[in-house]
């Protein structure tokens, strides 16, 4: 049986090597090799390690592996976003790249569905399958990568420049794995992001995100959505559990937040429900002290969502308010909607595909009648 190495530690890879025989004084020269070709160079065959001896790489031949998720289908939005549907462990996840003028992001999913139920989400309506693997979190940016021909991880002109965690999952309840793999993203001799350029999304995990910014230290995303805890109980449910004020103190109080660090606040746009200039004179004084940039969010909308996007001369006006109290508040274009890759609009191929299926038969038997 074979080990896949995607994803483990410079000191997992070390003891797995040892124990597939490498001699122990051999091993840490062996781990740093690999971990060039493997993170660096995305090798994707041992025997294209050329400077490594041919006994060695037959070693690691019969011993490991370095699988990506499957890329099951790649779809590409007339606005240049790339929506991946990949497999790996039997589950369907999604990953989206958004190249911009200045920048190529990646989307990266921390679980399979997601245990949240956010109203507005489409992730929201598939359940929690299971929590990804370091490996398959690592792998979603390989995977990218391969795609978009962007290896070495140290080149210039990269197209991937950034990893925010906003795909499928809430990425605060897979912390470990989580953790473990933006370690690997953010390592500056394996897939070399720096952690300004990598941004954790949470729907307000609040015990975690001081723990986060200690231990991955990345930038921080908070889905916020609402300034008033009766309207964000129904949009964020996890709300009840850890109300707005407390989120904004754990905001106040994360690790290096400073005004060259800003939280970033999502904000989506949702026609009569959160979306009144009056929110916005709330949501600048509930945030005041923390240094922040509030991103508004056009609604996306899916098959069955029970929202309507605000209208675009009212989603102006909002941003006219969060800009004159001092935040930046940029209206994010989506993009990727004609492949439904936009902010909240991602879930999985196969399960989407099952349920029209299911939807088709029930039309069918209702016209039989």
Not at 101 to 123: E, K
Not at 290 to 310: D, H, Q, R, T
Request: net charge positive; charged share 25%; aromatic share 6%.
């Amino acid at each position: 049986m074979t080990t896949s190495l995607i994803g483990l530690t410079p000191a997992e890879l070390k003891s797995a090597l040892i124990a597939a025989g490498v001699p122990e004084k051999a091993a840490p020269m062996r781990t740093r090799q690999l971990w060039n070709w493997v993170y660096v160079h995305g090798t994707r065959d041992f025997s294209a390690m050329t400077n490594l001896a041919k006994d060695f790489r037959a070693l690691l031949e019969q011993n490991f592996t370095l699988p990506r998720p499957e890329v099951v289908t790649e779809q590409i939005s007339a606005d240049g976003t790339r929506k991946w549907l990949l497999r790996a462990g039997g589950q369907e996840f999604e990953t989206v790249y958004i190249p911009e003028p200045d920048r190529g992001t990646l989307c990266v999913s921390s679980q399979v569905g997601c245990t949240l139920t956010c109203r507005f989400c489409h992730t929201g309506t598939q359940k929690l399958v299971r929590n990804l693997t370091p490996g398959e979190i690592v792998g979603q940016v390989m995977a990218a990568r391969d795609s978009l021909g962007d290896w070495p991880s140290t080149g210039e002109n990269r197209r991937v420049t950034n990893v925010v965690m906003m795909g499928m999952g809430e990425p605060l309840y897979n912390f470990d794995n989580v953790k473990q793999a933006l370690s690997i993203v953010s390592d500056g001799d394996a897939l070399a992001f720096s952690k300004r350029r990598i941004t954790l999304s949470t729907s307000g995990v609040v015990p975690m995100i001081k723990k986060a910014g200690e231990e991955i230290g990345s930038a921080l995303a908070i889905s916020l959505h609402a300034v008033r805890d009766e309207i964000r109980d129904v949009l964020v449910p996890l709300n009840k559990k850890y109300p707005i004020a407390e989120l904004l103190e754990a905001c106040r109080t994360y690790p290096g937040v400073s005004n060259a660090r800003r939280i970033t606040f999502e904000y989506v746009m949702l026609k009569g429900v959160n979306d009144s200039l009056a929110d916005a004179r709330e949501l600048v004084q509930i945030i005041k002290g923390i240094p922040a940039k509030v991103n508004l969010l056009p609604f996306n909308a899916w098959p069955g969502s029970p929202y309507e996007c605000s209208d675009w001369a009212q989603i102006e006006k909002f941003a006219e308010v969060v800009n004159r109290a001092g935040y930046a508040s940029p209206v994010r274009t989506p993009r990727g909607r004609d492949i439904m890759a936009a902010c909240g609009q991602l879930k999985s191929e196969s399960l989407k595909a099952r349920a029209s299926d299911r939807y088709a038969e029930l039309a069918s038997a209702h016209v039989g009648k």
